[in-house]
């Protein structure tokens, strides 16, 4: 967040509040973090995102989702982008 970004906590998009914003040279980039709770917990959080980022005109978004399992750390940690609607959605396991 050196130079001149800025981090919002709760930021409202709408009638929703993604969890993190990070504002830089005049756009938003929208961060959205998740506990795996299941096989649900990832694919709902990448249309939660979605929505957050085209709501803000992001042209990249990040769905950190944190695995407290005890699945081995190479299992956990991956970092994954999509592409939805010309956005990149970038998911990072951890």
Known sequence: LNGGARLDREFATGTRR???CVGYAGRNYPVELKL???AK???EGIEQLAA???RLG???AWLV???RSDRAWDEKIRWETLDRAGRAL???GC
């Open 65 to 67: 989702l944190f695995d």
């Open 58 to 60: 992001a042209p990249e």
């Open 52 to 54: 957050y980022a085209e």
């Open 41 to 43: 917990s990832r694919a």
């Open 36 to 38: 795996v709770r299941g």
């Open 90 to 92: 970038h998911v990072v």
């Open 18 to 20: 993604v969890d993190l």
